[in-house]
T-cell receptor, first 110, second 115 residues
Framework: AQRVTQPEKLLSVFKGAPVELKCNYSYSGSPELFWYVQYSRQRLQLLLRHISRESIKGFTADLNKGETSFHLKKPFAQEEDSAMYYCALKAGAGSYQLTFGKGTKLSVIP | NAGVMQNPRHLVRRRGQEARLRCSPMKGHSHVYWYRQLPEEGLKFMVYLQKENIIDESGMPKERFSAEFPKEGPSILRIQQVVRGDSAAYFC?????????????FGSGTRLTVV
């Protein structure tokens, strides 16, 4: 069975400081990893996926299979980045089911 | 395009009552997924439906919970004889295919409170 762990329930950083939201996973096969974000009073939305190797809103995430991690990073935090962030895993290309972590609440202090 | 619409946004039920949660997928999406988020937990998969078919209900509790996605109308998640432990946020998502790229579109959720 797969598992996603986000060790930090809450992360507070100052505006302009670097951000790293941690995500570790457990899965024996080749997973696909995602980050979802939920801004206040808005719906959950896809932020980025590892297969795209994209940068969205200045955020990047690299899949490290050796460390089974998919940490989300941004060099300079902005106030509008304050939100709940969820890491999610899909068990390969043929799967449709997402396994979510418990989420990390990012608070950017002005 | 209004996106995935869920209603009601908030639902309060007394123990023993029935709860009906509705989800209208995005236009053009024929695949619907329900997830439940208990307090302090991540979202957990419940059921995957296509029109008139339940594809995977492996995450549904065995009793009191049922889901449908009729030919016409929204998908319905039905919880009979609710208990306090059913209090949670229930999210619906939709996709054009089996979400092979993980590209779900989520609704805003229904927050069920059982008193």
């Amino acid at each position: 069975a797969q598992r996603v762990t986000q060790p930090e329930k809450l992360l507070s950083v100052f505006k302009g400081a670097p951000v790293e939201l941690k995500c570790n996973y457990s899965y024996s096969g080749s997973p696909e990893l995602f980050w979802y974000v939920q801004y206040s009073r808005q719906r959950l939305q896809l932020l980025l996926r590892h297969i795209s190797r994209e940068s969205i809103k200045g955020f990047t995430a690299d899949l490290n299979k050796g460390e089974t991690s998919f940490h989300l990073k941004k060099p300079f935090a902005q106030e509008e980045d304050s939100a709940m962030y969820y890491c999610a895993l899909k068990a390969g290309a043929g799967s449709y089911q997402l396994t979510f972590g418990k989420g990390t609440k990012l608070s950017v202090i002005p | 395009n209004a996106g995935v619409m869920q209603n009601p946004r908030h639902l309060v039920r007394r123990r023993g009552q029935e709860a009906r949660l509705r989800c209208s997928p995005m236009k053009g999406h024929s695949h619907v997924y329900w997830y439940r988020q208990l307090p302090e937990e991540g979202l957990k998969f419940m059921v995957y439906l296509q029109k008139e078919n339940i594809i995977d209900e492996s995450g549904m509790p065995k009793e009191r919970f049922s889901a449908e996605f009729p030919k016409e109308g929204p998908s319905i998640l039905r919880i009979q004889q609710v208990v306090r432990g059913d209090s949670a946020a229930y999210f619906c998502a939709s996709s054009t295919s089996g979400a092979r790229d993980g590209g779900y579109t989520f609704g805003s959720g229904t927050r069920l409170t059982v008193v």
